[in-house]
Structures are given as C-alpha cells and as structure tokens.
C-alpha cells in the first residue's frame, strides 16, 4: 500500500505569493475556490511541515492593487502543483492536509488530520490570527450550520491519469478527470442578500355540529360554533438586520391553523400569525416573477401577506326558519401559500466603490460613525457597510462601503452581482483609488469598466474620485499626473488620506452636492412607483377568494365523457364543503342549481353517466331526479330549505 502525503500552495502567482507572506493568514480570505469553509477549518488546525519563513521586506506594509486582481489569482493552479516533483505541496502557510492515496485498491482517503491546537499553527506560521475572533471566524467556527449542503460535502482529491490533482467531490464519476469546475469565492465570502423563502398563512377551523341538551331547556337547538381563523403572515422590517443571512437555515414559515369550534356555541381560536423579519431595503417578489410585489425599506413597516383561511361555520350558523335543525357544518378554509425571492438592496444615498484594498471601509470609518472592518488585505469588506453622516441637524446621507471590486465581477465572478445590486439604489458613488498602486490610472479605468459592463446605468450615475492614501510618498509623487489625466477627461477629482483623515471632508462634502444636484434634478420626475398600501398582496388575495360562484368555465374532454368546471369561488366552496354531513351533497346541489351550474352542463350537451369535476369533487350526472346515484346534479327534495347565503 502505498501512501503519499501532499501539500499544496494556493498562491501560484508571485503577485499572489508576496501578499499571503505579507498578510495573516485568514482562513475567510482564501481565495480558492477548492478550500471550503468547513474543509479550511480543518486544514488550518495541523501542520505537517514547518511554515515558511517570511520573505526578507516586501516594502510597504500595504498591498496595493495596479490594477483589478485577475481571477486566476483565486483559482488552485494545478498544473503547477501536478508538475512538481515533490511528494509535498503546500496548502498555505499554515494549512496544510495530509492526502493518502491507496494505490491498490483504488481507494482514496482523504486524511484532514485535526490537532486542536490552532495556537500551535499560528505560532508557528509566525502570524498572529486575529480573524478568529472576528466576524469571519464566526462563519467558519462558530456556526458552521451556515455552510450549504454542498460545502459540507467531504473534500477528496486524487491523482488523474495525467497526474494533474483533481477534487473528487467536484466531479461526479462520469465527468472524471476534465478540468475542475472554475466556482466562485468560497461560501463565506457570499452575500446573503438573496433568499427564496415558502410562506403559508394557517388553515381556518373547522366547525361543528352539535346540539344543546339540558335539563329543562327542551329542543335547545343547535350549538356547533364555528372554527377559529388561520393564522396571517406577516413581513416586517427589522432595523437590526443588515443581511438576509437567517434565511439561509430557515426557508418554511407557517402560521397556526385556527382551532376547531365546538359545542355550545364556542368558536374556535384563531391561530397564530407568523411575522417574518427583513432587512430594511428588502425587494419582495413572487418566486419566478419579475413583478415587484413589495419593497420595505423602513424599520418597523410591516405587510400583511397572506391572510389566514376563514373558520369553517358551525351548525348554530345555518339555523334558519325553514331549517331548525341543520346537520351541517364547514370546513375551515385553506390558508394561502406562497414562495417568494427575497433580494436586499441597500437603501444608501451615496456608494464607495474601488478596487479592493484602496480604502474604502478606512473612508466610511472616518467620515461616519460605522465602523467596519479594515485590514490590510484584500475583501475585507464581505458584506456592505451601511453609515450616517450628518452635516447639520436637517441634512444628512447613508453612504454604503461595498465590497472590492474583482476583474469580472459584471459576469458575476468573485461577489460579483452580489454586491454589486447595492449600487443600483445609490444616487451617486465616491470612487476611492488607491494612489500608492503603480498603475492608479488603470485600476480606476478597470473598476470603471467593471461597473459598466455590470450595468450602464450604473456607470451613468454621477461620481467622484477620491484618490487616497496622499500621506505614502508614491501615491504623493502620481498625484499630479493622475489629476490631470482625469481633469483632462471632465472627471471631478479630490485627493485624501483616510487614514490622517485629511481631504475626507472635501471628498463627503463633494458627494453631497453631487446628490442634492441629482435631487433637484430629479425633483418632478415620476419613475416607478412601488405600492404604497403594503397590504395590497393580502387585498389580492381577499378578492380572489370573494369571487362569485356564478363566475365559472365549463371545459368537456369528450375521449373520457368528462365535464371539468373551473371557478375560483366554486373551488372554494367545495374545499369548505365537508362531505361528512348529507346536508351537505344537498346544499352542494342546491349551490350548483342556484349559481347554473347545472343548467349550463345541460346546454352543452351532457349526457346520463358522464363524469362531472368540480374542484376536487368527481360526480356522475343522472339526467332525472329517480336515477340520482351518489351524486345528482339535479334539485332533488331540497327545494324546501333555505341555506344561508355562501360567503
Ligand atoms: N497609508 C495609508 N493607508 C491607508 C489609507 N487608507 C486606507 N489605508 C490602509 O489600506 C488598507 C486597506 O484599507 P480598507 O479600508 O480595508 O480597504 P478597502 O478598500 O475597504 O478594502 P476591501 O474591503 O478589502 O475592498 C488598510 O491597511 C488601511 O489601513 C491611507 O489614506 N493611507
Ligand atoms: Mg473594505
């Protein structure tokens, strides 16, 4: 049995190399796409080989972008890795796992051995690891829950035939061997501003029959009481939430049925609403509809969504004069159900874009009271930071801190669309560029392009550059050139040093004019305007349901002599209908009769013993009263009684 142990490097390119010398390792930062979160954990606690020593001085501490980091910095390089002689390949500094290989059998195991202690590695890597305390951290320790299904998938590697390190959990055995699958960042790295959610508002109870018997009270009539109505569904804008994260373990909300009525009158209890909680800024559709149902923006505005179904009636409730002793009671009505595509928009006035690394978050830091994370390494920034700036007591702007810009983000490499949305609400961006690059002018056209080739629109929207980190003596010696070149181009340009927070004030106070000018600009125009009545969806939902019985289509499938009756309001009634009682066929019949049902059937042509299907309800047609079998559709002997009016 022959067994290897393999260690593997993420970074091929030397771009890549110096900064994952620079920086602390962080699992949450590892750009390949190969190393899941739950799989990272596990590498990064053992070490087989001792870490590296640091590179002799990589200049400034910063690492800098000259332009848009390229995709492939973020992919496993496996011709590299395949091509070396070595039995060894380094996974990272710190992670590094232990592949064996058994050459006989064919099998594979995959060895992730796991010493617990972290400090260990970190000691020896010679890093301080900060980020397990952070909030990244969290998402790879504290909750691991939170990785998909398919990130908890086991990570297998082998060997192919051409000696190239394939993952075997990529590949499913027919597709073996091709290339791996080029995927995106890891899933920590994703924003959890989309979710598909079910909603089902509570049935409605059913009522009962029953009937009074006491002493001295003779013939007490009926006393079934009716069912008690179904829990609604609610979504309401909690402030606290800045991301649709919860949804990613929780997808099903139903609200409580109502309970069943019972004797002496008594009606059932109503059941339980359900309120779902949303991040202000969210966008409600329709699962696979484009139309926008719902746009909550405010905390504390809350939309009634689905209504729960009415409680069944009683017996007590079909009491009449003709009818004193109703043998009948209602089911309760189903409660609506519904998926729908969640998506958060950040409702931000102002936008900080840039490539990765230019100081963003150090900008929303100093010109606000947020306060994201900031390090020196690239996509610090994860989820968008939201911040208020006041300038006096009547004016102020939300400015959002996105994540960094990737080479191909518009095709949605990287977070790519999943930041990139947030902008869409924005009425102006800040530009920040970092001026201590070697190529500030490129990377600015890079992000530039990235925006419009995302959305044109969005590259529409009015901005300024703010060229930062003046205080480093090479962003200090490009400035002159960098501004002309862009003055040149009619681009308003400010140049800053977040960190000594000099020039900040300018570049903010630059960004609110830009945004009253666009404001006024805007004043008059009337674009789409989202319903303003939140419970429009529930409305909808309570006209449908009120809709006539009259109001109904006869189809006929001649091949099976079948008669289908299509009708909102007659489909309603015979879910309610409880076919328990005889009272009940008879009211159907009676309800059929009365809304022409029947007298329509006959106009088209249908014939003794043909299939007639309303709702769920199969029935055969007998042409007179004498043949009636288990259903007729003609008036038998219930002329007589007056039923309630249908409602
Ligand atoms: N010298 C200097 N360093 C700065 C300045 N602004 C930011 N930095 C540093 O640049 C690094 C990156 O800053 P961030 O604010 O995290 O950058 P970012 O654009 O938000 O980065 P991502 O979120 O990863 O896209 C940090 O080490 C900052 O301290 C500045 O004006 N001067
Ligand atoms: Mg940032």
Request: proline letters at 5%; hydrophobic letters at 35%.
């Amino acid at each position: 049995m022959a067994s290897i142990s393999i260690s593997a490097s993420f970074f091929s390119r030397p771009q890549a190399q110096a900064r994952s010398k620079t920086q602390k390792p962080s699992p949450q930062k590892n750009p390949n796409p190969k190393f899941k979160s739950k799989k990272v954990t596990k590498f990064k606690s053992f070490s087989l080989s001792p870490p590296p020593s640091p590179p002799p001085s990589l200049g400034a501490q910063a690492t800098t972008y000259t332009r848009l980091p390229p995709k492939e910095d973020f992919d496993f390089d496996f011709e590299a890795s395949s091509s070396s002689e070595s039995d060894e390949i380094k996974l990272s500094d710190s992670d590094i796992a232990k592949i064996t290989f058994n050459d006989a059998s064919s099998e594979i195991e995959a060895e992730m051995l796991n010493t617990d202690d972290d400090d260990e590695v970190n000691e020896s890597s010679g890093f301080e690891d900060e980020s397990h305390n952070g909030k990244i951290a969290d998402f790879y320790n504290g909750d691991e829950s939170l990785d998909s299904e398919e990130d908890n998938e086991e990570e297998v590697y082998y060997y192919d035939s051409d000696g190239k390190l394939v993952n075997l959990s990529e590949n499913d055995g027919d597709d073996m061997g091709l290339e791996v699958k080029e995927k995106g960042v890891p899933a920590v790295m994703r924003c959890f501003d989309r979710a598909k959610i079910y909603l089902k508002a509570g049935d409605g109870g059913n009522g009962v029959v029953a009937f009074r018997r006491e002493k001295y009270v003779p013939l007490g009539g009926p006393s079934g009481g009716d069912g008690g109505r179904g829990g609604n569904v609610y979504l309401e804008v909690d402030g606290a939430m800045n991301s649709l994260l919860p949804f990613r373990n929780c997808v099903h909300f139903r609200a409580g049925r109502g309970a069943h009525g019972q004797g002496r009158m008594m009606c059932g209890r109503k059941g339980e609403d359900v309120v779902v909680k949303v991040a202000p800024g969210t966008v409600v559709r329709e699962a696979g509809s484009e139309e926008v149902l719902l746009e909550l923006l405010h905390p504390g505005q809350r939309a009634l969504l689905l209504p729960g179904g009415r409680g069944g009636r009683g017996n007590a409730s079909f009491k009449s004069g003709n009818n004193k002793v109703p043998k009948i009671a209602e089911n309760g009505e189903e409660g609506p159900e519904m998926w729908l595509e969640l998506e958060l928009k950040l409702v931000a006035d102002v936008g900080i874009v840039g490539a990765p690394n230019a100081g963003k978050s150090t900008l929303l830091s100093v010109i606000s009271a947020a306060q994201p994370a900031i390090a020196n390494y690239p996509f610090t920034t994860l989820l968008p930071n939201l911040g208020v700036i006041s300038f006096d007591y009547d004016s102020s702007m939300v400015v959002a801190d996105l994540p960094g810009l990737l080479e191909g983000a518009h095709t949605g490499f990287g977070l790519g669309h999943e930041f990139l949305r947030h902008t869409e609400r924005c009425s102006a961006l800040v530009h920040v560029v970092d001026g201590s690059g070697q190529q500030p002018e490129l990377e600015f056209d890079a992000v530039r392009l990235e925006l419009e080739m995302f959305s044109p629109e969005l590259a529409q929207k009015p901005y300024i550059v703010a060229y930062n980190k003046m205080d480093l003596p090479e962003a200090y010696e490009n400035w002159q050139s960098f501004r002309e070149k862009l003055q040149g181009r009619g681009i308003e340009i400010f140049c800053m040093s977040a960190v000594k927070q000099e020039g900040t004030h300018e570049v903010i106070s630059a960004a609110y004019r830009l945004l009253q000018k666009n404001k006024e600009s805007n004043e008059g125009f009337e674009g789409f305007q989202y319903p303003v009545d939140l419970n429009h969806v529930a409305d909808m939902v309570n006209k449908q349901r009120s809709s006539s019985i009259s109001e109904f289509e006869i189809t006929h499938d001649s091949s099976c002599n079948t008669w289908h009756v299509f009708g909102a309001g007659l489909q309603r009634f015979v879910q309610m209908t409880n076919w328990r009682y005889l009272d009940s066929e008879k009211r159907f019949q009676h309800v059929l009769e009365a809304c022409g049902v029947n007298r329509s059937l006959m106009k088209l042509g249908v014939k003794e013993g043909d299939t007639v299907i309303v709702g769920e309800m199969e029935m055969v047609w007998h042409d007179s009263a004498e043949n009636s079998g288990t259903a007729n559709m003609k008036k038998r002997s219930t002329e007589s009684i007056k039923w309630p009016q249908w409602k």
